[in-house]
């Protein structure tokens, strides 16, 4: 089996910081991307950021230059770092990871429970 626990999400000011985490564990024999998704009610999950194993990055539009992606693949952890965040950033954040358990395995999508992140004053 595959786990993704994600971990840091909450509430905070606008203009405030988070950071959120994302460790994958289980059978994994090599994770191809990672990412993180949200949705907030009623709306549409949406991807916010996506890293490749090799570090390329993809952003959506509402988030560049304000959030970053990175991740460990020692670890098999990816984070977001969060600034100066947005009433509209409040959703349940997912995190992704686009892996193979065995060496011949084909890819698959795994996702986490999601964490809330909140903006509010």
Do not use: H
Request: contains cysteine; proline residues 2%; charged residues 20%.
């Amino acid at each position: 089996q595959v786990q993704l626990v994600e971990s840091g999400g909450g509430l905070v000011q606008p203009g405030g910081s988070l950071r959120l985490s994302c460790a994958a564990s289980g059978t994994i024999f090599s994770i191809d991307a990672m990412g993180w998704y949200r949705q907030a009610p009623g709306k549409q999950r949406e991807l916010v950021a996506v890293i490749t194993r090799g570090g390329s990055t993809n952003y959506a539009d509402s988030v560049k230059g304000r959030f970053i992606i990175s991740r460990d693949n020692a670890k098999n952890m990816v984070y977001l770092q969060m600034n100066s965040l947005k009433r509209e950033d409040t959703a349940v954040y997912l995190c992704n990871a686009v892996l193979r358990r065995w060496r011949w395995d084909s890819t698959n999508d795994y996702w986490g429970q999601g964490t809330q992140v909140a903006v509010s004053s």
